[in-house]
């Protein structure tokens, strides 16, 4: 097989990042996208360093809720067959007020942040999947299953919802669609300034396996199902929580 092609959102930093690495590290060419150029072009040199593949990994910059931006992830692609797309941008966004009109900023905010941008590459992408065998993966959250998280829990639950469409949608031609659903999962940017000791402690202490998940953890999971190997295994939710919710 000619080399795979991967585009991964949010590559830039901390799932991202580990996602890039584990893809780059399986042999594919990956695009990794995100806001932050600086931040993008260090990773892509790093992971490109450390694989002893710096030309496997190139930075595309793009605030993937704006419909012209995502524009420069396909021509980045440049006409491609794309074998794996790997939604993992995301983040919380603190209510700035209670006023309606606060609610209505975080809401919107929220979804733009965890559903649009999925949403939006993974449509520009669709007719550029290679068929068969593509594979698509959203990064959801615990948040989605056991809430807690309001606008972001219902934001990432959403994304359970719509990739049981696209599923049922892709399937027909080899194509899957899964979520993973990570746990507490320190050394990101996620919880930047938001975690206390207190806070840590809670979240390992509600894992079965006594400790808090690190990026690899995740990633190891996507590299399974973006791989040619989990071509029978689609429409699922799979729980990388160190058991802090049980599968059902
Ligand atoms: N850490 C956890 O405990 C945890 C738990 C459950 C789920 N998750 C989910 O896992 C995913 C990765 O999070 P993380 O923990 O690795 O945190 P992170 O380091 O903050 O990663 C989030 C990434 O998304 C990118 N991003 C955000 N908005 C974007 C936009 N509009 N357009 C393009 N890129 C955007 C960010 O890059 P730029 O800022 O440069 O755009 C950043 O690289 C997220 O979806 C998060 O919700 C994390």
Same mark, same amino acid.
């Given at each position: 097989?000619?080399?795979?092609?991967?585009?991964?959102?949010?590559?830039?930093? *901390?799932?991202?990042?580990? $996602?890039?690495?584990?893809?780059?590290?399986?042999?594919?060419?990956?695009? /990794?996208?995100?806001?932050?150029?600086? $931040?993008?072009?260090?990773?892509?040199?790093?992971? !490109?360093?450390?694989? #002893?593949?710096?030309?496997?990994?190139?930075? /595309?910059?793009?605030?993937?809720?704006?419909?012209?931006?995502?524009?420069? /992830?396909?021509?980045?692609? #440049?006409?491609?067959?794309?074998?794996?797309?790997?939604?993992?941008?995301?983040?919380?966004?603190? @209510?700035?007020?209670?006023?309606?009109?606060?609610?209505?900023?975080?809401?919107?905010?929220?979804?733009?942040?965890?559903?649009?941008?999925?949403? %939006?590459?993974?449509?520009? %992408?669709?007719?550029? &999947?290679?068929?068969?065998?593509?594979?698509?993966?959203?990064? =959801? =959250?615990?948040?989605?299953?056991?809430?807690? !998280?309001?606008?972001?829990?219902?934001?990432?639950? @959403?994304?359970?919802?719509?990739?049981?469409?696209?599923?049922?949608?892709?399937?027909?031609?080899?194509?899957?669609?899964?979520?993973?659903?990570?746990?507490?999962?320190?050394?990101?940017?996620?919880?930047?300034?938001?975690?206390?000791?207190? !806070?840590?402690?809670?979240?390992?202490?509600?894992? %079965? $396996?006594?400790?808090? *998940?690190?990026?690899?953890?995740?990633?190891?999971? /996507?590299?399974? &199902?973006?791989?040619?190997?989990?071509?029978?295994?689609? #429409?699922?939710?799979? #729980?990388?929580?160190?058991? =802090? $919710? &049980?599968?059902?």
């Amino acid at each position: 097989m000619s080399q795979r092609l991967a585009v991964v959102s949010g590559g830039g930093t *901390g799932i991202g990042a580990a $996602v890039a690495r584990a893809l780059v590290e399986d042999g594919c060419s990956v695009l /990794v996208v995100g806001r932050r150029e600086e $931040v993008l072009t260090a990773a892509a040199e790093r992971i !490109g360093a450390e694989s #002893g593949r710096p030309e496997a990994i190139r930075a /595309v910059t793009a605030d993937l809720t704006d419909p012209d931006q995502v524009v420069k /992830v396909v021509e980045a692609v #440049g006409g491609r067959p794309v074998d794996v797309v790997v939604n993992n941008a995301g983040g919380y966004h603190s @209510a700035d007020s209670d006023t309606l009109a606060g609610i209505a900023a975080n809401w919107r905010a929220t979804l733009d942040t965890n559903v649009l941008t999925a949403v %939006l590459l993974t449509e520009a %992408l669709r007719p550029a &999947l290679r068929r068969p065998g593509g594979r698509v993966i959203l990064v =959801s =959250s615990i948040a989605a299953q056991r809430g807690g !998280g309001d606008a972001y829990s219902a934001a990432k639950a @959403a994304l359970h919802g719509w990739a049981y469409s696209l599923a049922a949608q892709l399937g027909p031609d080899q194509i899957t669609v899964n979520v993973v659903s990570p746990g507490y999962v320190a050394e990101t940017e996620f919880f930047a300034g938001r975690m206390t000791p207190e !806070g840590h402690a809670q979240r390992v202490a509600a894992t %079965l $396996v006594g400790r808090a *998940g690190v990026p690899d953890d995740v990633a190891e999971s /996507v590299r399974y &199902l973006a791989s040619p190997a989990a071509g029978y295994v689609t #429409g699922q939710v799979l #729980g990388v929580n160190g058991g =802090s $919710v &049980l599968g059902r």
